[in-house]
């Protein structure tokens, strides 16, 4: 019991540093052992984590596979929230975009209202939940250009980095969010033909990678595709950064995200900080 244990805490720190493979090996070592144990709320959590590092190894089959096997019930005995971040991705993954976005929009609602079901609050913390899943929610909105339906969640996120950033612990979640708004910068400064915004937001992806964004919600939380995402907005002003932000700590960084934070309103002619 406690090996098992010990592979899903494990198994857990993988997912969030983005290692999908080694996650996967541990949650796959710790099902059986809690299976056999009788752990049932252990058991449907780990389940929907094996979906989640299946997403993230790219295995969208095995993910739907396992997903169509939960039995009736375990849903309510594991995490209601992510099993619907898991349904989107897979829909996302299998080219049907509109039905995944109608999804994670939904789930974002529901956290905005603050519906959170006590297993997700428990599993990520209240508001950084609501916040991750509004970092992905804008992300994959903005992957598939439909920002227009996610107006209000993008207009939430720099008062949710600045909370993240206050709290100063976080800093996959500082990046998720930095990523998110990074992607809303894109979009306005090539809607608008402003390469400094553009420029601006491949150096916020190049931050955003070197806090260790959260990677777990694949494909849309896929660092390469946030890669591909900044060479195809700037090339030499992602590279610069990333040499830049190589190197520093994660007081460094977490300053460096506040300082981006307070700069983009001027750069993106809006009127507030």
């Known amino acids: 019991m406690l090996i098992g244990l010990a592979h899903s805490r494990i198994g857990e720190v993988s997912m969030a540093l983005g290692l999908g493979e080694e996650a996967r090996r541990r949650v796959i070592a710790t099902l059986p052992v809690m299976e056999e144990a009788g752990a049932r709320f252990t058991v449907a959590r780990l389940r929907i984590m094996l979906m989640v590092t299946h997403l993230m190894c790219g295995a969208t089959d095995e993910a739907e596979h396992l997903l ?14 992510v099993e619907s971040l898991v349904r989107a991705e897979i829909l996302l993954a299998r080219g049907q975009i509109e039905a995944g976005l109608s999804l994670l929009r939904r789930a974002a609602d529901q956290l905005g209202n603050r519906h959170i079901p006590a297993s997700d609050s428990e599993l990520l913390g209240g508001d950084s939940w609501t916040f991750h899943v509004q970092a992905v929610t804008v992300v994959a909105h903005a992957q598939h250009g439909r920002l227009d339906l996610v107006e209000e969640i ?32 894109i979009d306005k400064g090539r809607r608008n033909g402003d390469a400094h915004v ?7 992806i190049a931050l955003a990678e070197r806090l260790g964004f959260q990677q777990e919600f694949q494909p849309t939380m896929s660092p390469e595709r946030a890669r591909q995402t900044a060479e195809q907005a700037d090339e030499s002003a992602y590279a610069d950064s990333r040499s830049a932000y190589a190197g520093l700590g994660s007081d460094e960084l977490m300053a460096a995200a506040l300082e981006a934070l307070r700069a983009r309103p001027r750069l993106i002619g809006q009127d507030h900080a």
Request: glycine share 6%; with cysteine.
């Open 154 to 185: 993008v207009d939430c996120l720099p008062d949710a980095l600045s909370r993240v950033i206050a709290g100063a612990t976080d800093l996959s979640l500082c990046g998720a969010l930095i990523l998110a708004l990074a992607a809303t910068d």
């Open 68 to 81: 169509a096997q939960m039995a009736p019930g375990e849903e309510a005995a594991s995490s209601p929230m």
């Open 198 to 204: 553009v420029s601006s937001a491949a150096r916020m």
